[in-house]
């Protein structure tokens, strides 16, 4: 590889970016989140420090996610982002430009692309692709893309769920549906403010969700404290939640990603449907983690569904290996410069 031909992978996610340097594996793993001061507009901080600022900052500091739905929301924030996190992972500013693999949902426009593209670019990289995530999350998850194979990968991660059927190394088809961890937070947390009269925060809601949420109820369900501040009298309280009740909470959001399963399969080809209830689903990103989310898929397409070894970094630890195979994944690969 040589000193003088970098090479990075990022996963540009919603929630969380991740950073793959190949031949050291995944560099970094942080939030998606700058944190701005609202009278000038500066950025103060970015990546974990950001997110801890979030629901704790003054009024005169606003905690962003520039990244909404996948898609950059916010242009100025996101170059400045990516640069804090390219020059972190490459250790200190380094002469030599990057080249840098990214990934985007498979519903992106061109116009969505060419913003990421130019945004690494600006940033410091001396060439950047873009590749589709359900691509990306199939590799990481060590499907063999080329065989004319058909493949289903669901790639659900903080702002939107991909679910693609791949051969071929191509997208034969694929749906990207708004709906994904942080509307299943959200769904959460409206839950618990119209059950228990009680407001409390994103970050308490997901940390809710993976302590003891669950797809489907469970025959001896979990319980959690939630600690949050009374609508009513306005004072701090505790309540008591159960993995059936956030089940129940999050019904809404489980079925529009079913949906969106659903829709992928009805549009496949015969061939591959029947590779893929032989292969089955492969189930990749943070939020495929949700306890019995794999059975649930089973029970409502009557295919069976598995999680993906670390779903979480799939799609980087993809960006990793197509960016050492240049050559093999030249068709999948979207734009450069």
Do not use: W
Not at 61 to 70: L, Q
Not at 171 to 183: F, H, L, M, Q, R
Not at 286 to 305: D, I
Request: glycine content about 10%.
């Amino acid at each position: 590889m040589g000193f003088f031909n970098k090479k990075l992978g990022i996963d540009l996610g919603t929630a969380n970016t991740l950073v793959f340097l190949p031949g050291k594996g995944i560099v970094l793993n942080e939030p998606a989140v700058v944190a701005v001061s609202e009278q000038d507009n500066k950025i103060l901080a970015i990546g974990i420090e950001a997110k801890q600022m979030i629901g704790r900052t003054p009024d005169n500091i606003i905690a962003y996610r520039p990244m909404k739905d996948g898609v950059i929301a916010d242009y100025r924030v996101t170059e400045a982002m990516l640069r804090y996190f390219m020059n972190k992972a490459l250790g200190g500013f380094s002469l030599i430009k990057p080249e840098v693999m990214i990934s985007v949902p498979a519903g992106v426009t061109s116009t969505e692309r060419r913003a990421v593209v130019e945004a690494a670019i600006k940033a410091g990289a001396k060439n950047a692709y873009v590749v589709k995530e359900p691509i990306l999350a199939a590799i990481g998850a060590g499907i063999p893309i080329h065989e004319s194979k058909g493949h289903m990968v669901v790639d659900i991660g903080g702002g939107t769920t991909d679910v693609a059927v791949i051969s071929l190394g191509g997208i034969v088809a694929a749906n990207s549906v708004k709906c994904a961890g942080n509307k299943i937070d959200h769904a959460i947390a409206d839950y618990i403010k119209k059950t228990f009269n009680l407001a409390i925060g994103d970050r308490t809601a997901e940390q809710v969700k993976i302590k003891i949420g669950s797809a489907i109820p469970m025959e001896e369900p979990l319980v959690a404290t939630i600690k949050g501040r009374d609508f009513v009298q306005g004072l701090p309280r505790t309540a008591r939640i159960t993995t059936n009740e956030v089940a129940q909470a999050i019904d809404k959001e489980l079925k529009l990603i079913i949906k969106a399963i659903k829709d992928v399969l009805q549009e496949t080809p015969p061939e591959l449907a029947s590779d893929i209830i032989d292969q089955g689903i492969i189930m990749t990103g943070g939020s495929s983690m949700l306890r019995n989310l794999p059975e649930l898929v089973y029970r409502r397409t009557g295919v069976k569904a598995r999680l993906a070894e670390d779903p979480l970094f799939c799609v980087v630890k993809g960006t990793g290996i197509a960016l050492n195979h240049l050559e093999t994944y030249k068709r999948s690969i979207i734009s450069k410069r």
